[in-house]
């Protein structure tokens, strides 16, 4: 639907996207573009004001269906989508996100508003990120471009500077047990948050001084944690601040991790289509997969273009087709010879994508940032990882 949605540009600025957050009350959303109908009136274009007007009341209409907002929240786009001038083509989408949504948004524009849905279908790489001195620690986890403070401990650790009538020695010994009982904490909390995160990619320590090495160092972290940490940084800060900093300075790591992790992916791949072993590729061969529940992983190529497209010629033959959207123009009859155009369209990289989520298989997106990726791209970017060999 995004990719539908995304080719969508109309004549005029009058297409409208609706952002409505969960839990938010769907009357005052209804008020608000009652409003804004009145604001339309302004419109010195009649057919553009009359096109606005009708997008913002068949909203309100269907807002008007609902009893409360759903769940997760509601998008909904309407608008003109004919692409003849003085002809209307009045469409409108609605759906629940598949995720919770803060996002309260009223546009109206030549194209609809897809960022924030865009943000949430994007693959998120969960990294786990600890920055840390001996007076606090944070932990997070960054999904995808959205960052999550798990843990805040405070430290009990006193300064370096010796207590009245107290020997450095002594002072020192007494500090460093409390700084090892401290990393102790923080440890035991890394290990709780990040073995709840199964598939984390990976883990990052940093800190404004030298305690993040000893506590990387040392034995604080349960070792499939510690397995998973990629490196340590300086940072400036160990407050939440620390944490955004932490992901800046870490994009080399992050850039490094998902690179080892396609290499390996596509090597155990390409091996075993080398020695005839639990690997499909090409389209008809893993939607066959798919369908037997034999999947274990599908692989799709990041950019593919690859469009399942119905075609319907000026006589009326129809044809079904696997194609990239910019070859649709070239397309012609068998029957007749004359030039076909696309009657719907479907993106055969998300229909497989669901379908291997309904039968939980995962899915892995692969570039072209290795020769692996390349020597996957020119087997046509589909294939996939198999439960059990097919006969």
């Known amino acids: 639907m995004l990719k539908e949605l995304s080719a969508i540009k109309g004549m005029h600025t009058e297409l409208v996207s609706v952002y409505v957050p969960a ?28 096109n606005v007007v009708d997008a913002l009341e068949k909203i309100v209409q269907h807002l008007r269906t609902f009893r ?68 606090e620690a944070y932990i997070g986890l960054l999904k995808g471009k959205k960052m999550e403070v798990a843990r805040h401990i405070g430290s009990m650790v006193p300064g370096k500077t010796t ?29 709780k948050v990040f073995l709840e ?30 397995q998973k940490v990629l490196g340590v940084k300086d940072t400036s800060y160990t407050d939440e601040t620390g944490l955004e900093e932490i992901v800046q300075r870490s994009q080399d790591l992050m850039k490094q991790a998902t690179v080892t992790k396609e290499k390996e992916l596509m090597s155990k791949f390409l ?34 273009e690859l469009q399942h497209v119905k075609l319907i010629c000026s006589s009326g033959h129809e044809a079904v087709r696997d194609i990239v959207e910019f070859d649709i123009k070239f397309q012609k009859c068998d029957t007749c010879g004359s030039p076909m155009k696309a009657e719907s369209m479907e993106d055969i990289s998300e229909s497989l994508s669901e379908k291997a989520k309904e039968f939980g ?14 020597q996957f791209k020119q087997l046509g970017g589909i294939g996939a990882m198999l439960r059990y060999k097919l006969k």
Request: net charge negative; hydrophobic share 35%.
């Open 68 to 135: 409360k907002t759903p769940e997760n929240g509601l998008v909904v786009f309407a608008g003109n989508v004919s692409q003849t001038e003085g002809k209307t083509d009045l469409r409108l989408w609605s759906f629940e996100p598949f995720e919770k949504m803060n996002n309260k948004i009223y546009w109206c524009d030549q194209v609809f508003v897809l960022d924030p849905l865009k943000d949430m279908i994007e693959e998120k790489d969960v990294y786990g990120l600890v920055v840390m001195d001996s007076k």
């Open 163 to 191: 207590k009245g009538g107290w020997s450095q020695s002594r002072y020192e010994h007494v500090r460093e047990m409390l700084l090892n009982d401290f990393m102790k904490k923080i440890g035991e909390e890394v290990s």
């Open 23 to 50: 839990g938010y009350n769907l009357n005052e959303v209804v008020g608000q573009l009652k409003g804004e109908e009145g604001t339309a009136s302004n419109i010195k274009s009649k057919s553009t004001r009359k």
């Open 271 to 304: 091996t075993e289509l080398a020695k005839n072993g639990n690997v499909v590729y090409g389209l008809e061969n893993v939607k066959k997969a798919l369908n037997l529940g034999a999947v274990d992983m599908l692989l799709l190529y990041e950019n593919l």
């Open 197 to 226: 995160q199964p598939n984390i990619k990976g883990i990052i320590i940093g800190g404004p001084g030298p305690n993040k090495e000893e506590f990387y160092k040392g034995d604080y972290m349960n070792y499939m944690v510690k």
């Open 361 to 374: 298989a995962k899915v892995e997106y692969i570039s072209s940032d290795t020769p692996e990726g390349n």
